[in-house]
């Protein structure tokens, strides 16, 4: 039963309808602890697929096939059961699928195999064992796969990679110079401070035949750079982006309306969201938003809140009679493996406490909200934690959604993704004593300081966007940003500060987003006035 609790908590698994029969046949055999009857097989073949396959395999002698767990802690368990029962290769097969994964696993899959260790040395599992481990901040482990790859033609590629991840630019810059796949080019931009060296690199990069993922994202990269330092170099670099028609004409829409060529954004404008936003500013013809987004909420906001509160909030109910079963012999931790989107999976982890499921399953259906009206509070939920602080949840929905446990690559913590360092300055100001950071994964300590964070940046920049996005790339940046531009007195000064002067991409992103959060919490939660920042509304 333990292996039960800790998967059922962890892993996600496929689902179909739950019909009422098979919920009772899986509530009641684990009340039993009968795992092995053909009846409980059957629900190999249901929504209740992974929990029940993970339990067969747990309390079950195993005489024939099993499906394939999707847990990679079941598949383990599977590839040691196939291995008892003489069959060598498909056990190899589910320790090497797991080994090339993830590195979690990596001693309980040696110790299984110390015997002979040599199928799971490949080279091409070496390398994404060691990309793996250095992404994660696994130095250690990193270095201790590359040595068997002393003869690869990528060890030098990686040996960068791993000193890039370190922080040790000089010596990774260094080796990337020194190796052989076309990707160095992309972390040679990255790493070089002249910009003609960084467009060279670039250009290099896009004529090579590499992923194209490394390709887009040094597209967005390199213009953002060029956009705000260098505008030859940007328009140098723009035809490139050609590849990516979305990206390029964001790009030259921007490009416009920083040169003031209104009649560019308007040959633009059928291409471009944001080209037509920034028609619409300068030339003061009137937006017309089909959906509730950024722009629309600032140039033609609805006078009154489309969807029923009453509703939203009165139905919150399972229809779902398999569901509804689970969910009232409180069996949370089998509805935590259904994550096929419907409305129903989406609120039965809803129900269950599980929002950041709840909020994936309901997404796709977004656009169907009158006809799910529940689905506004899945999609908007407001953990008993952060109370009725609106401008909290806006930011935590974006951060994490409300996943207590999110580490980022980059290390930001828990619900509101606060940085070790941020939460060392948050300490001393709100003067809490012992403050350790694995304590940010403390759900009432992270709102505690995230909450403190954005109201006094909000307190600070005054508009909740300005402070949104000196929340994501920080405050100062922020400053730099309307020093350049003035100050943002209308709705129209904000969208063209937010898509021509803050400087990235993603804080671009991340400011209209966390506005049309703070929309729908202001009018699900607030007074529905809080998302009208501008006065004269």
């Known amino acids: 039963m333990v292996f039960l609790v800790i998967f059922l908590l962890l892993i996600p698994s496929l689902s179909w309808a739950l019909t009422l029969k098979n919920a009772e046949l899986f509530v ?20 209740l697929k992974e929990p029940a396959i993970l339990l067969y395999l747990d309390n079950c002698s195993i005489s024939e096939r099993v499906p394939e767990p999707k847990s990679l802690y079941g598949k383990l368990k599977l590839a040691s059961i196939l291995r008892e029962r003489g069959k060598e290769k498909e056990a190899r097969e589910l320790y090497l699928k797991v080994f090339s994964l993830t590195n979690d696993l990596d001693e309980d899959i040696l110790t299984a195999n110390r015997r002979n260790v040599s199928f799971l040395l490949r080279p091409e599992v070496l390398r994404q064992k060691v990309w793996l481990a250095a992404k994660n901040g696994n130095t250690d ?12 033609p990528h060890y030098t590629y990686l040996l960068a990679y791993i000193f890039l991840k370190e922080k ?25 401070s002249d910009p003609v060296e960084k467009f060279d690199f670039y250009t290099k990069l896009m004529r090579s035949s590499d992923r194209v993922s490394f390709k887009k994202t040094a597209t967005i990269y390199i213009l953002d750079r060029f956009f705000s330092r260098d505008l030859g170099l940007f328009r140098r670099a723009l035809p490139y982006a050609k590849v990516f028609p979305e990206i390029y004409n964001y790009y030259l829409a921007r490009y416009y309306a920083l040169t003031g060529n209104c009649r560019g954004l308007k040959s633009l404008s059928s291409r471009s969201e944001t080209a037509r936003a920034l028609y619409s500013t300068c030339s003061g013809k009137r937006w017309r938003g089909s959906s509730i987004d950024f722009y629309t909420l600032l140039l033609s906001p609805l006078r009154k809140f489309p969807y029923s509160k009453k509703r939203a909030f009165s139905g919150l109910r399972l229809k779902n009679k398999g569901l509804e079963f689970l969910y009232k012999q409180g069996f ?15 609120l039965a982890q809803y129900l269950c406490g599980n929002y950041t499921e709840g909020i994936k399953l309901a997404a796709p259906f977004k656009k ?30 974006q951060e994490s959604l409300f996943d207590g446990r999110a580490l980022s690559r980059s290390g930001a913590i828990g619900l509101m993704q606060i940085m070790p360092f941020t939460g060392k300055y948050i300490a001393k100001k709100l003067r809490v004593k012992n403050f350790k950071i694995h304590h940010l994964y403390r759900p009432e300590v992270n709102y505690k300081f995230g909450s403190f964070y954005i109201h006094s940046l909000i307190k600070q920049f005054r508009l909740f966007p300005l402070a949104a996005a000196a929340y994501n790339c920080g405050p100062t940046r922020v400053k730099k940003s309307l020093e350049r531009f003035g100050k943002v007195k209308t709705p129209e000064d904000l969208i063209i500060f937010t898509d021509i002067y803050l400087p990235f991409q993603e804080t671009r992103d991340y400011v209209k987003r966390t506005y049309v959060n703070l929309y729908y919490y202001s009018n699900l939660y607030g007074k529905g006035t809080e998302w009208k920042i501008f006065s004269h509304r």
């Open 28 to 47: 009641h055999s684990v009340k039993r602890g009968s795992f092995c009857s053909e009846s409980f097989k059957e629900l190999f073949k249901t929504d």
């Open 141 to 152: 482990t990193a270095l201790f796969y590359l040595s068997f790859l002393r003869e690869d």
């Open 168 to 192: 040790k630019r000089a010596i990774a810059r260094e080796l990337f110079s020194a190796s052989l796949p076309n990707e160095r080019y992309f972390f040679l931009m990255f790493l070089s």
């Open 332 to 346: 949370c931790s089998a509805i935590s493996f259904i994550d096929e989107p419907s409305p129903q999976n989406a």
């Open 368 to 397: 169907e909200l009158k006809k799910y009206p529940y689905l506004l509070p899945v999609l908007y939920p407001k953990p008993a934690v952060f109370g009725n602080d609106i401008f909290s949840l806006a930011i935590a929905r």
